[in-house]
Every structure is written in C-alpha cells, then in structure tokens.
C-alpha cells in the first residue's frame, strides 16, 4: 500500500501527499530491450473545501423516532440536511456511508488516509526479492513482474469521487430527496407494513412507487392512510424538480406517443401495400381490356385469329414455335 506523508489543509481544500512504489521503464546500458526498475511516485490526492454560505440549505430530512420491528430498541430522531453546491445536492457523509446512519463520522482525513491505502503500490517484499535483479538491469519492462503498477496506474483520487468537505463536516453526493412508498410484506404484513421512507439515492427508488419533496396532494391521494418514517422540509422549493402527477402524465404521453409512431409505421406500411395494389390493378386491367378484345376478334374471325399467331411465332427465337407456325399455315392453307 501507499504511504501517506502529510495533510495540508488550505482554504479551498484538504490534500494529502503520498508516496507509492511503482514500476518504471528505463533505457539500460548494452540492453535492446527497455528494464524495469523499483522506483517512489509522489503523488497527492484532495478533496475540495466550501463555506456554508456557498452550500446552502436545500431541504431538511427530518426523520422521525420509531421503535424497532421487535419493539425493543428505541431510535431517536435525527435531521438529514441536503445542500445544494454547483449544481449538485450533497448530504453528511455519515447518512450515505454503506448505506446506513452511523454514529461513527466519516471524516477528511480519514479518508484521505483510506484512499492512499487503496492506492496501488509494490510490496516491500517485492522490491527487496529483485533487488539485485534490477541493479543487474535484468527486469525486462514488458514482462512479469514487471508488469503492474506504473505510477498511471494510482489512481487513489478515484475513491474520494463525490466527497466535499462544506463548513467542517465531510460531505458526499446525493440526489433530490423523495418519498418512497414500501408496500406490506405479503407473508409478514404484521411485522414489516406498508410505510413511506425518504431515499436520496437511486437504489433506495428502485422499483418502488416515488412521490416528489412537494407531493402532498398526491400523497393525500394515494397514501392517506400510510405511515411516515420522516418528512421533507423544503427550503429551496425551485430546486424540486421531482413531480409524480406531472411524471406520470409525461409517461402516458410518451406511451401514447409511442402507440402514435407504431400505428403511423403500420399505416406507411399499409400505404405502400395500397399503392403496389392499385398498380398491380390498373396492370391486370389492362391485360383484361386486351383479352377481352381477342376473344371479340378470335369469335368474329377464328382464322385471322390463328393467321396472326402464326405470324407471331413465325418470328420467334424458339424453333419449337416456328415449326409450330408452318403447321398452322399448312392448315389454313387447305382452308383456302
């Protein structure tokens, strides 16, 4: 693992300097192919710092005392805060951490410090085995081991994604909180019944039925009767963006929608076939107007009628069909 050197802290954030042992190529003397040696990569990672002020107080969770499920533990009430900084919402880190409240806080430095644990680093044991391989330049780059990490491979930032120290608490990013409706447990309905929680994240929504921050009207409607684990303060009312009545309008009218392009695509289809089949119709009329009329001339004058069919196929490229055209003027020749 990495090892940390300090921690500064500074108005705008909090760093931490560090240290990792990685694989560097090098060119060696009389050696074609570049080495690898065992080398100390510096590197810092941080988390940026905001006054209060610059994060207000967007809405205001507050979760209400209950009893456990077995009715033997009490949990006292707590107020979840959710500020708005930069576009984003943002809560203590101590209500997002592993999904779960702890009393335990999550601090700056503290993660800091887990961060450059998690950072990729050679073992100290691996440096003392190849040693003397690597004085003897015999660490070829482009095979094990050495093969993993390079100093582009620490990427100890990664884990501080999301995180934002606002006024002296450590904070993560969340999303706009919103009822949740949980719906009874079919076998142990008793024991785990229907209720609305509050969720700041996606997996706390999925698959259940969500109502915005300003949603009473909807609750009233839906839920009267449901029982509330906490309660929304809005201070921002401009940053709700969540609205159910308004989401579920908008999901008919892209169901609709979706219905009207289906159909539209079935009639384009339905069109074309029309247009091919009126041509295929005039065509056929065509050929009836035609046959009709050799039926006419074939009833008023057989003989013409063969006399032109010799002529016909008197020109043909078949032999079989001229052959067939002196037979036929063999025969109206004894007609005559």
């Known amino acids: 693992m990495a090892k940390l050197i ?11 300097e560090a240290v990792s042992l990685v694989w560097e190529a090098y060119e060696a003397p009389r050696k074609r192919v570049p080495r690898a040696r065992i080398v100390e990569h510096r590197f810092t990672v941080s988390i940026p710092k905001v006054s209060e002020d610059a994060a207000p107080l967007a809405f205001v969770v ?49 993660e800091l ?27 070829k780059a482009n095979q094990y081991p050495a093969r993993y990490p390079y100093a582009e491979d620490v990427k100890a930032q990664h884990h501080l994604y999301g995180l ?47 109502y915005g921050a300003l949603d009473y009207l909807a609750l009233a409607f839906y839920q009267a009767d449901t029982a509330r684990d906490a309660f929304i303060d809005v201070k921002m009312p401009e940053l709700v963006s969540y609205d159910r009545t308004r989401a579920s309008i908008e999901k008919d009218i892209r169901l609709t929608q979706a219905n009207m392009e289906q ?16 041509g295929n119709l005039g065509k056929l009329l065509d050929k009836l107007d035609e046959q009709v009329a050799t039926l006419e001339a074939y009833k008023a004058d057989p003989l013409a009628y063969w006399e032109d069919r010799a002529g016909d196929a008197a020109n043909s ?10 037979r036929i003027r063999r025969e109206l020749a004894k007609e005559a």
């Open 164 to 210: 934002l120290v606002i006024g002296t608490e450590l904070y993560a990013k969340c999303q706009e909180p919103v009822y949740v409706y949980n719906p009874a447990d079919t076998y142990n309905a008793y024991k785990w019944p229907a209720h609305i929680s509050t969720a700041t994240d996606e997996d706390g929504k999925h698959g259940r039925a969500t």
């Open 6 to 16: 300090n921690i500064v802290e500074t108005p705008e954030a909090i760093t931490a």
């Open 113 to 139: 410090e887990s961060a450059i644990y998690s950072a990729a680093s050679v073992a100290e044991y691996t440096r003392d085995e190849y040693a003397e391989a690597i004085a003897r330049h015999d660490i």
């Open 317 to 326: 490229a078949f032999h079989s069909q001229r052959r067939g055209a002196e």
């Open 263 to 278: 159909y539209a695509d079935e009639i384009e289809t339905l069109e074309m076939k029309l247009e091919n089949a009126r």
């Open 62 to 110: 507050e979760h209400f005392p209950q009893m456990t499920l077995d009715y033997k533990e009490y949990r006292a009430g707590y107020d979840q805060p959710i500020r708005w900084y930069a576009g984003e919402f943002y809560t203590p880190a101590r209500y997002t951490w592993r999904n779960y409240v702890t009393d335990s806080r999550p601090t700056a430095k503290s």
